[in-house]
């Protein structure tokens, strides 16, 4: 095992998109920032030297952090933000887990232009479990706003509604062909006719879920979230926020031009969005002399609202029980959590000014988990009032198991007592080495949307997943407990529910939200606290002396 270490400077950079300039902020003058390239059992450790005027954390996305919270980046949650003018080093492990992963600013809307891949190969003696492919391609699918995005929040936050739609979407930063002025802004991969490519698909989107096709090609799934799956053919990769999909790609087609593209996987009514596709192109190398002016082949991409496609997709994946790092799915359990999402309305609360909201006067768009509107504490970070024993005024430790209602779609008078919330920081204390099963409600009384939930410091079992209202007595018969996917962040079907598990086997202060940028700031999340083990080594590390201050 090698120690990789990066520099990312954090700045201003004007670029020009869809007829425009415009300032952004990014990592060392680059959209999408650096690829990180480590092997599994690797140190990485990334000094980040933030010249950019907002304040700014950075977050490794699926990495375990075994023991090493002070690295993980949400704001608040494990650090304190590093102000502008000031550096932090990031600096950990990457034992457990191989595959695409990757890492993006976790604070406010600035992921939408700060982000890059985090590619996890396998250490040295150790192999892919499928046919080594002769190339491999980050593949980033993202937002773009022509307004500046932090403002963009800002604004939303203080008006009490929806923050502005983007204005476009990307690949690997470049629109492409479909949208004004970015004809020569189409990302293009070359491979050779009987060659196979590992495409490593990254959603850093904010707000959209997609749908991913290459004209003509089928993929083959092989991992998920930096975890392997057993090989799944398909025309259309389904995405959400924060997941990643790795797919081969066999180059068997007639030499040509092919596009790959990606648009709104939308699972509401309702929802306003870009309906253009972002483009890139698959192109064939040729000696022979190729007629340029060629348009590439569009692939069909389901229709943006297409949920039997995305639950076809999300519910067939299975997890590769002989991968070297297989986890068996717990079958004792010791937490049992039933967790609805909320959308709803709530007050304004006390800094902000919603004087002018769509819904009267103070109140605000708010969202929750079991009727708990989460808000990040400010004066300090959870994980440092956890480590010095302090957590009075920052947390409480009664995030209910339950919601206080029980959810019911066929009573909406029942079901609505679920849409207005409180506002608090509420976690849930967990044994160190318990096993929790999370039941996720989807309720979604304004709009019924797929909810992207991802949980830090861990992967979960998907055991399994359905529309409607969970039924234990039916619904426990489908569990998967033989080769379950194994994800860090899941979609919760629109209008339906997931199970899942995991073991707590990772000490520290682990965030778990809504990866729609929209929602997070709503409250759609919450925290655990994770106890120490028995040992110096399963414990939560000491604090790094750069930890920021707030
Ligand atoms: Cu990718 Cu808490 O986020």
Not at 55 to 79: C, E, K, M, R
Not at 180 to 193: M, R, Y
């Given at each position: 095992a090698k120690v990789v270490e990066h520099t990312f400077h954090v700045g201003n950079l004007t670029v020009t998109k869809m007829c425009q300039k415009q300032v952004i902020t990014a990592v060392n003058g680059s959209l999408p920032g650096p690829t990180i390239r480590v092997n599994e059992g690797d140190t990485l450790i990334v000094h980040v030297?933030?010249?950019?005027?907002?304040?700014?954390?950075?977050?490794?996305?699926?990495?375990?952090?075994?023991?090493?919270?002070?690295?993980?980046?949400?704001?608040?949650?494990?650090?304190?933000?590093?102000?502008?003018?000031?550096?932090?080093?990031?600096?950990?492990?990457?034992?457990?887990?191989?595959?695409?992963?990757?890492?993006?600013?976790h604070t406010s809307y600035l992921r939408a232009t700060v982000y890059g891949a985090l590619i996890i190969r396998p250490r040295a003696g150790r192999k892919y479990p499928f046919t080594k492919p002769a190339k491999e391609f980050p593949i980033m699918l993202g937002e773009w706003w022509n307004a500046n995005v932090y403002d963009v929040e800002e604004e939303a936050l203080n008006f009490g509604g929806a923050p502005n739609i983007s204005d476009a979407y990307t690949i690997n930063g470049r629109l492409g062909?479909?949208?004004?002025?970015?004809?020569?802004?189409?990302?293009?991969?070359?491979?050779?006719?009987?060659?196979?490519?590992?495409?490593?698909?990254?959603?850093?989107?904010?707000?959209?879920?997609?749908?991913?096709?290459?004209?003509?090609?089928?993929?083959?799934?092989v991992a998920i979230d930096a975890s392997y799956t057993n090989p799944y053919v398909t025309d259309v990769v389904v995405t959400g926020p924060g997941q990643t999909t790795d797919v081969l790609l066999k180059a068997n087609q007639p030499i040509g031009d092919y596009y790959m593209a990606a648009h709104p996987y939308i699972s509401a009514a309702g929802i306003q969005f870009v309906t253009n596709a972002t483009v890139g192109i698959v192109q064939y190398k040729t000696s022979r002399s190729?007629?340029?002016?060629?348009?590439?082949?569009?692939?069909?991409?389901p229709a943006f609202n297409d949920t039997p496609t995305a639950h076809k997709f999300f519910s067939n994946l299975t997890g590769l029980t002989?991968?070297?790092?297989?986890?068996?799915?717990?079958?004792?359990?010791?937490?049992?959590?039933?967790?609805t999402f909320g959308l709803g309305v709530s007050p304004c609360g006390a800094n902000r000014n919603c004087s002018n909201s769509p819904f009267g006067t103070n109140l605000r768009f708010s969202a929750s988990m079991n009727n708990h509107s989460f808000e990040l504490p400010s004066k300090t970070s959870m994980l440092e009032a956890h480590f010095n024993n302090a957590s009075a005024g920052v947390y409480t430790e009664d995030f209910p198991n339950n919601p206080p209602l029980v959810f019911d779609y066929t009573n909406s008078n029942l079901s609505f007592g679920l849409a207005f919330t409180e506002k608090s920081t509420k976690?849930?204390?967990?044994?160190?080495?318990?096993?929790?099963?999370?039941?996720?409600?989807?309720?979604?009384?304004?709009?019924?949307?797929?909810?992207?939930?991802?949980?830090?410091?861990?992967?979960?079992?998907?055991?399994?997943?359905g529309f409607g209202n969970y039924n234990a007595t039916v619904d426990e018969k489908k569990f998967n407990f033989n080769n379950p996917q194994e994800r860090n962040t899941i979609g919760v079907p629109a209008g339906g529910w997931a199970v899942v598990r995991f073991r707590a086997n990772n000490a520290g202060v682990w965030f778990m939200h809504c990866h729609l940028d929209v929602h997070m700031p709503w409250g759609l999340g919450m925290a655990f606290v994770v106890e120490n083990g028995p040992t110096a080594a399963t414990s939560l590390r000491p604090p790094p002396s750069d930890l920021p201050k707030c």
């Open positions: 030297l933030n010249k950019s005027p907002y304040n700014l954390t950075l977050h490794w996305h699926g990495i375990f952090q075994l023991f090493s919270g002070w690295a993980d980046g949400p704001a608040y949650v494990t650090q304190c933000p590093i102000l502008p003018g000031n550096s932090y080093t990031y600096n950990f492990n990457i034992t457990g887990q191989e595959g695409t992963l990757w890492w993006h600013a062909d479909q949208f004004p002025c970015s004809a020569n802004q189409t990302h293009k991969i070359e491979v050779e006719k009987g060659k196979t490519y590992l495409l490593r698909i990254v959603n850093a989107a904010l707000n959209n879920q997609f749908f991913f096709s290459i004209a003509n090609h089928n993929m083959t799934v190729r007629n340029s002016s060629s348009t590439p082949v569009m692939p069909t991409l002989t991968a070297p790092f297989w986890v068996p799915v717990p079958r004792k359990i010791d937490e049992k959590m039933f967790i976690v849930k204390r967990l044994k160190f080495n318990s096993t929790v099963e999370m039941i996720f409600q989807n309720t979604a009384l304004i709009g019924i949307e797929n909810h992207p939930i991802h949980l830090h410091g861990y992967n979960f079992h998907v055991l399994a997943q």
